[in-house]
């Protein structure tokens, strides 16, 4: 009995804990200058085909989240790279991507985004807040190489012109 309740204990203990640090990342999360909002199911088909991702490229996702758009990139052939600070995000990408089999075909570092290496990218995928694209605009198109296609949901460059527009998502190249 006294074993059975020192269990049961712990397990409250144990739960108030992870309730706690959840909490304190979802707070951390609002003063971030891209919370987390996962890219919405209506836009995953308008993202990939704006991407037009081709066997063998370099996809890196901005912010990666749960890691849904680089496992759909995976699934179209490419190596997938995300940078993500949220660790309780990079381990629901990581899970994600196991049960998903594309574990050989995707990274997830836990490393601030302003510290990506843009070169090795074909495809880069943008998700932040309006305020956030200036900084996002110039650190993109400074860093980037030629011939790179950015693919920016909801909230456009400020100073670029998308070649495309659909669905609240916006398409460039970059020349
Ligand atoms: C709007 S969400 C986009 C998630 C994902 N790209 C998607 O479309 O589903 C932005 C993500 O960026 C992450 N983030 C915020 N600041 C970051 C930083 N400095 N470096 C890396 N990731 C960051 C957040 O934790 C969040 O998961």
């Known amino acids: ?15 108030l804990l992870f309730a706690i640090i959840l909490t304190v990342f979802m707070i ?19 993202i990939m085909k ?10 890196v996702d901005l912010g990666s989240g749960d890691g849904r758009l680089l496992i759909e990139s995976a699934k179209r052939g490419a190596f997938a790279i995300g940078y993500e600070i949220n660790p309780f995000l990079i381990a629901a990408s990581i899970i994600h991507t196991k049960l998903e089999g594309l ?8 490393k601030s985004l302003w510290r990506a290496d843009l070169k090795v990218a074909d495809v880069i995928f943008v998700y932040t807040l309006r305020k956030t ?6 650190f993109i198109f400074e860093n980037a190489r030629k011939g790179t296609r950015v693919v920016v949901n909801t909230n456009p460059f400020p100073n670029k012109k998308a070649e495309k527009e659909e669905n609240g998502v916006y398409q460039y190249f970059l020349n």
């Open 133 to 138: 694209m200036p900084k996002m605009e110039k």
């Open 103 to 110: 574990a050989s075909h995707v990274e997830v570092f836990k």
């Open 1 to 15: 009995m006294p074993f059975i309740l020192g269990l049961a204990y712990l397990l409250i203990f144990l739960l």
């Open 50 to 59: 704006f991407a037009k991702i081709k066997e063998g490229e370099t996809v």
């Open 28 to 46: 951390i999360d609002l003063f971030l200058e891209l919370p987390y909002v996962g890219t919405q199911k209506k836009k995953m088909d308008t």
